[in-house]
């Protein structure tokens, strides 16, 4: 999962580079450079999460990493902004192989609030990647230019394939294998489209991801172009990932004692809060001193590491005899939400930050609605279930 942090990450850094490479100055065409391999990631496990319930996890990863290396390579040599896009899409697409499959290894594994304490660990690891990612890339670009980046990405995903070919057993035994004909997946779509714990939560997760991204995408912008710190870019965009791995490491010990869904409340209330209060102080003078910026991205932050891993594995949960198919379509509906949703705020963060707090505000509050949702479902069907026991 890691490389897929790495191709988004380690890129920040070179979107202005890259950008004049293949012949745009656009602040926002820059953005697609980021939306777009978002885009990818969403698509590709429409394809890749129903093959690997016929033919195994490993084999899908294998492809994945094979079509990632090609795609590298015509992003390094794209001379036009559009084969640069169509290489990141294409980097997108063949990562959601081993992002989805990992998701889908981990259900094969592990249910509930256990297979979220595996996946606050796996996200604490992810998390490093972008701890470091950014400076590793400026130290690339500085040195080789913005190819040697695609170049680096190529030689850690071939060592992260030999290492999982050697050390990874495969997942999914023989026996649970579904045969690869077109009506399995319609009906395994449909089953899961059924569960409203699975949907209401892959929405949830959507609108987070979206207002999460356009941090990921006007990063570079923000802190190089609107505070002037091009060279202090990649140690605080560090300093923000690890308030996220530190959450994500501390909800790898909470959910054992209080639970996902609980987690997920708190959680969310924060994620709400926090830009609820920028927008009542902010709305009219600017963009606030560096350190306050930092502290609200911070608390912003620590309540996304708490969800990103709680809600994926709440909206898992009922899917374990559909687990390639439901890590594969929970993760295209949050992408495909999260990209409209991060090119639109994206592009109203130019001079200030403060549509990004605002975009914080708007999708906490819709993601907040459909938690009470929830809540109200999950109360009737206890009420039904105890009416049905008497």
Known sequence: ?????????????????????????????????????????????LLFGPVSDSIGRKPVVYIGFGVFILSSYLCIYSTS?????????????????????????IRDSYSGDYMARIMSFVTVVFILVPVIAPATGKWILDSVGWQGIFHV???????????????QPETLLQRNRKSFRADVFIRG???????????????IWGLVTGSFLVYLSTAQQIFQEQYALADAFPYIFAAL????????????TLVIRYGMLRL??????????????????????????LWILMLFFGVQFFAVGFLFGNLRSLAMEPLGH????????TGCLATIMAVPISAFIGQFVVSSVYPMFLGFLICGLLAMGILLFIYRYMARS?????????
């Open 382 to 390: 206890r009420i039904q279930l105890a009416g049905d026991s008497q």
């Open 153 to 167: 990405q190529v030689v850690f995903s071939v060592l992260v394939s030999l290492w999982f070919w050697r050390r």
């Open 264 to 289: 997920v409340t708190i959680s969310l209330s924060l994620y709400v809060l926090t830009p609820l209060v920028y927008v009542l102080f902010y709305s009219q003078q600017g963009n606030p001193p």
């Open 322 to 329: 559909i687990a390639g198919i439901g890590a594969a379509l």
């Open 1 to 45: 999962m890691s490389i897929a942090a790495l191709a988004l990450d380690a890129l920040l850094p070179a979107l202005d580079m890259i950008g004049a490479a293949v012949g745009t100055t656009d602040i926002a065409q820059n953005q697609l450079l980021i939306t777009l391999f978002f885009l990818g990631l969403g698509l590709g496990p």
């Open 241 to 252: 990932a690890i308030t996220i791995g530190a959450a994500t490491l501390l909800n790898g």
């Open 189 to 203: 779509y449909r089953e899961l489209l059924s569960y409203r714990q699975t949907m209401g939560f892959t929405f």
């Open 81 to 105: 902004l559009e084969w640069m896009l169509a290489g990141r899409v294409l980097q997108g697409m063949s990562l959601s192989a081993p992002r989805t499959i990992s998701i889908a290894m």
